[in-house]
C-alpha cells in the first residue's frame, strides 16, 4: 500500500471532530491501512478487528502527539511546506520523518 498522505491527515482530522467517547469506524482496506500507520507512528489509539470478510478498526482518540500534528498543519505556511517535501521525494516520506518536519516548520514561523 503506497501512503497517501491526503488521507492520512484526513483520518486524523475525522477522528479530532469526535463527540467524546465515539470511535471512528473503518472497514475501507485503504483506510483502515492507514489507521494502523497512524497507530504504528503514534498518532492514535485504535481498536484492531480481523474477520472473515475483511478488516475493521475502530479509532479510539488521537494521541498528544497526533494532536500536535494537527497543530502544526494547520497553518498554511506548514502544510504547503510538507506538501512540497512530499512532492519532492515522491511521496515516500517515513511518518516519523513528516511529523518532525510538521514540527520544525511551526518552530521557524515562531522565531
Known amino acids: 500500500m503506497k501512503l497517501d498522505w491526503e488521507l492520512f491527515n484526513d483520518l486524523l482530522k475525522r477522528v479530532e471532530n469526535l463527540p467524546p467517547g465515539d470511535s471512528l469506524q473503518l472497514d475501507d482496506p485503504a483506510e483502515v491501512g492507514h489507521a494502523l500507520l497512524l497507530q504504528d507512528g503514534g498518532m492514535v489509539e485504535l ?6 470478510d475483511g478488516h475493521t478498526v475502530f479509532i479510539k ?7 500536535n500534528y494537527l497543530d502544526h498543519i494547520r497553518n498554511e505556511t506548514v502544510h504547503r511546506r ?9 511521496g515516500k516520506v517515513a511518518v516519523d520523518v513528516l511529523v518532525e518536519l510538521a514540527k520544525r516548520y511551526a518552530f521557524e514561523l515562531l522565531a
Do not use: E, M, N, S
Open 61 to 67: 482518540r488521537l494521541t498528544l502527539q497526533g494532536h
Open 82 to 90: 510538507l506538501r512540497q517535501f512530499i512532492a519532492q521525494h515522491g
Open 47 to 52: 481498536i484492531d478487528a480481523p474477520h472473515h
